[in-house]
């Protein structure tokens, strides 16, 4: 999957899986065994099958919530409504700047699937939905435009980060943007997002996290 990092967020690649490979020993296993684990986990069908879990699960819990005329569902973006593993693998899954925001300005990143699903689930049950993203205020209309290539065709905002906001690390400012929109009468039902930085805090409702053993934001 292709994913928008920024410079000034500390990023921890495929932490969890090396952790996992890890556990039994006080020895860090090679990168290149740990990079192999991560592409066969998420081409060999088992991330999707997880995934697919996870969606089953949180329509469970949406089936229950009241849907009031300011209900509202927050998703994430980058790994959560759109896909970058292709540019992930291109960058042999580092980080390369350049790379990610030449993917970004041309709006290859595809929707993931079953993320899609739950989305058009949730606007058949009458929530609203806002997309909240780290991604930087100059990369909101192609990310904009990405989202309704690729399907997300109903939403009622786009929230991009400004530039007085990048002082703030990924949770605060998440948690900041969930308390405005709560401020305007928003009444958050949910969050869907692939970190726990887009799920912590107040205002979260329902939290529904997505698999992602790409980075850790």
Known sequence: MKFIIKASIKIVLIVAVVLQLTACTDKPVNLSVARE??????????????????IREAKIKFESAEVKGNSVIIFDVDETALNNYELAEEMGFGYVYKMN????????A????????????????????????????PEYEV???????????????????????LKLNATEFKISKRIELTEKGYDIVGTVGDQWSDLE?????????????????
């Open 37 to 54: 684990s991560v592409k066969e986990y998420y081409e060999s069908g088992k991330f999707d099958e997880e995934l697919a879990g996870v």
């Open 101 to 108: 925001k030449e993917w970004n300005s041309e709006m290859k």
């Open 110 to 137: 595809p929707a993931i699937e079953a993320v899609k699903d739950l989305y058009d689930y949730l606007l058949a049950r009458g929530f609203k939905i806002i997309f909240l993203t780290g991604r930087n205020w």
């Open 143 to 165: 990310t904009y435009k990405n989202l309704k290539l690729e399907g997300y065709a109903q939403f009622d905002t786009l929230i991009t980060q400004r530039e007085d906001e």
């Open 201 to 217: 805090g107040p205002h979260h409702g329902i939290q529904v996290k997505i698999p992602n053993y790409l980075y850790q934001i």
